[in-house]
């Protein structure tokens, strides 16, 4: 079954619209991607477009496979990037621990499948999967985490921490080794799993890519070959120094031309600030300087630059022979990426979820400045897995699955309602308002009398309203001992299909689920997982 998103709490306009009402968007957009019939002459205009760098490319991807062993598919797929008939499919995410939440294999499996439509569909042309490791964010904080539930379902935060002070520059995740505290990671990753047949070869298989001394990037990369790599899907290095290289005309023009280029771009946010919203804050320079391991952004300064929160400056001589010296300690921002991205590769899809098709509006008219062509956002599939346990419970309840998608009190709300008690939201939204109501009656009449005993009245007004607040608190902790089974039973669902507050695709690991049904549970995903449907799937197993 399938969830409309606007039945699911914080999806934004745009990307409602983007998905269902795509006039509404198109100006930001260009390209629908629901219109197929529009797709061939597209693979066409990149097929003939010239790609210098097209054998080089193929000779770093060759050269980061260099020690792997990989499947024929890949190999096909590497290769076949030497020929102008080949198109790529383009999705990535952060190098998140353990592969972070499952909404990255969604993405993959989108990208897979994407190609594999296409395939069919025509034949004139090769599409190959592309997976873009972001390994030059440096959002440690993102990455270290991974989620799990416990045998409670109960949500558990696992946390690699290496040591050092949490508010210090790392510099780009893709460099940062794993210590001997990964071992307490694994510790708790032991204590939080439930026991099963599956428990000890799933925790072996993780400690025999996540070692000490291996990086981020390194870990991320080898789990995702070895879950992908049967079906084609190209993991690509971007933080390679050769990549980097090739790099080198969209940085320096990022660098000579970023007045322009940020016009542009300011421009096309406050028109997205009108209508809806402009998902990433603008920066001047659109790119970041490793220096002494941190990862800073370019400033501009006057008639030179310098780094974000250092004193040093630099001409714009200077930072372009740093440039040309050093390419590897240059990384773009989230909004040049997908320049970067469409350089390099001859990409018709971008597969991103709803964060990303959002910055993607504010992304498209830098696709005229550097003179490439705008490839589709693709909306990557989205899903929440549930099992039978959770859906007896669900339906013991004669609940629906979005009854559950609210914040704990609003289920306790909903629960007390469901028994035919009081809806103890609509009764105090009710008082509330009729006291309001009585309260601003009053203070039209005291206004005649003395115009002081107004703020008399409005102190009073928010005593009242505290009073309320601090009411309904404790009768939702009534109404929890009363229903006390109840609630601990639909929690525990909550905690599975909504944890956090969150969709479970944006929390928990796939690890929950290898761990509980074994490794047929990645195949049953992969095959029950819709690509075209465009709404929030259900996978009932």
Not at 45 to 68: A, C, D, F, G, W
Not at 161 to 166: I, V
Not at 189 to 208: N, V
């Amino acid at each position: 079954m399938y969830i409309n998103f606007s039945d699911i709490p914080g999806h934004q306009n745009l990307f409602l619209d983007y998905l269902h009402e795509f006039d509404n968007v198109e100006r930001f957009y260009r390209k629908n991607f629901r219109a197929i019939e529009t797709y061939e002459d597209f693979f066409k205009t990149l097929s003939m477009k010239e790609r210098p760098n097209r054998e080089k490319l193929v000779e770093i991807i060759k050269s980061q496979y260099s020690e792997s062993k990989i499947s024929k598919q890949t190999h096909i797929n590497i290769e076949s990037l030497n020929s102008n008939k080949t198109i790529a499919v383009v999705t990535g995410q952060q190098l998140g621990l353990f592969g972070g939440p499952l909404y990255t294999i969604y993405k993959s499996i989108t990208a897979i499948k994407l190609c594999n439509f296409l395939k069919e569909k025509y034949d004139e042309f090769h599409f190959v999967p592309v997976f873009w490791l972001e390994g030059d964010d440096h959002d440690y904080d993102e990455v270290r985490k991974s989620s799990f539930l416990n045998n409670e379902n109960n949500l558990i935060n696992l946390q690699y921490d290496d040591g050092l002070l949490d508010d210090i520059n790392r510099g780009s995740t893709a460099e940062l080794k794993f210590n001997e505290n990964l071992e307490k990671v694994f510790e708790e990753l032991t204590q939080t799993l439930r026991e099963t047949e599956f428990k000890l070869p799933l925790i072996d298989f993780m400690k025999s890519i996540y070692k000490p001394g291996k990086t981020f990037l390194e870990t991320f990369r080898e789990l995702m070959i070895k879950l992908f790599d049967e079906f084609g899907l190209i993991v690509f290095n971007p933080v390679d120094n050769e990549v980097k290289k090739l790099l080198l005309p969209i940085f320096t023009k990022e660098i000579t031309s970023f007045r322009d280029h940020t016009s542009y771009i300011v421009e096309r946010s406050a028109e997205l600030e009108e209508v809806y919203h402009a998902q990433v804050k603008v920066k001047p320079v659109n790119l970041f300087v490793v220096e002494n391991n941190e990862r800073l952004l370019i400033e501009p300064v006057e008639n030179e630059f310098r780094l974000k929160g250092k004193r040093k400056k630099y001409t714009q001589e200077e930072l372009l022979e740093l440039l040309n010296t050093s390419p590897g300690k240059f990384s773009p921002n989230v909004l040049l990426r997908p320049i970067c991205q469409d350089y390099l590769f001859p990409t018709a899809f971008y597969v991103g979820g709803p964060a990303e098709i959002s910055y993607f509006a504010q992304v498209v008219p830098m696709y005229d400045i550097y003179n490439l062509s705008q490839p589709y956002i693709y909306p990557r599939s989205s899903a929440t897995i549930v099992e039978r346990g959770v859906k007896n419970v669900i339906d013991k309840y004669n609940l629906n699955y979005t009854d559950i998608f609210v914040s704990e009190e609003d289920l306790i709300s909903k629960i007390a309602a469901m028994k035919g008690e009081v809806n103890i939201d609509e009764i105090y939204n009710q008082t509330s308002i009729e006291f309001e109501r009585t309260i601003n009656e009053l203070n039209e009449k005291l206004l005649t009398i003395d115009k002081t005993l107004s703020d008399l009245s409005n102190k009073s007004k928010q005593k009242v309203q505290e009073v309320l607040t601090n009411m309904k608190t404790k009768t939702l902790e009534a109404e929890r001992r009363k229903h006390e089974v109840t609630i601990r039973q639909l929690s525990k669902v909550r905690n599975v299909l909504y944890p956090a507050d969150n969709l479970q695709e944006r929390e928990l690991n796939l690890m929950y689920f290898l761990n509980k049904y074994g490794p047929d549970i990645f195949k049953w995903v992969f095959n029950e997982l819709s690509i075209n449907k465009f709404e929030h799937q259900v996978l009932e197993i």
